[in-house]
């Protein structure tokens, strides 16, 4: 399965054809908060991330980065903490969204296979991590299951309850 056709297109109509592809769909240690959290944290104004005036293109960009999940596992985490502020996303959001773009610029092609030959064992992948929702501080926990040795399912979700240390947050 592959969407090369549309992810170039998504670049192109982006305008981010010519510009650098990023290694990694989001910076070392960045986080994104909601302008609530912002506004709680800080009282100088000045400095506060702006709310994007166009809430429509930060909200079609998030559909359509959600639509090439389906054959890039890879991105999804992201897309899941992009949808979480789509009521009121900022200016950051945006450009971690479109930071996400030029990421998959370096590979518009990458796809899933199905090797014929492979081994026939069902092997699934978990992991989660510990408070990393800035603003809720609730884990992140996600999972893949592997047939033929081809990815055949994942999904990335927040829990719905607060862990105390990080043992719990595993389970």
């Not at 370096?106 to 929702?133: E, N, T």
């Amino acid at each position: 399965m592959c969407q090369r056709k549309y992810t170039l297109e998504l670049v192109s109509e982006l305008g981010l054809a010519g510009k650098k592809p990023a290694v990694t769909p989001l910076e070392f240690n960045h986080k994104l908060a909601s302008i609530e959290f912002d506004k709680k944290i800080q009282n100088d104004n000045t400095t506060m991330d702006k709310e994007l005036e166009d809430k429509g293109s930060y909200q079609r960009l998030v559909g359509r980065l959600l639509y090439l999940t389906m054959t890039r596992p890879d991105i999804i985490f992201m897309v899941q903490v992009f949808s979480q502020y789509m009521h009121a996303p900022k200016l950051s959001h945006m450009e971690a969204a479109l930071r996400v773009v030029r990421y998959i610029k370096i590979a518009p092609g990458l796809r899933l296979f199905m090797f014929a030959k492979a081994c026939k064992q069902l092997v699934a992948y978990c992991d989660s991590d510990w408070g990393a929702c800035v603003k809720t501080k609730r884990s992140v926990t996600g999972y893949a299951v592997k047939f033929y040795e081809a990815l055949i399912s994942w999904k990335s979700k927040k829990q719905e309850s607060v862990s105390k240390n990080f043992v719990e947050a595993e389970f």
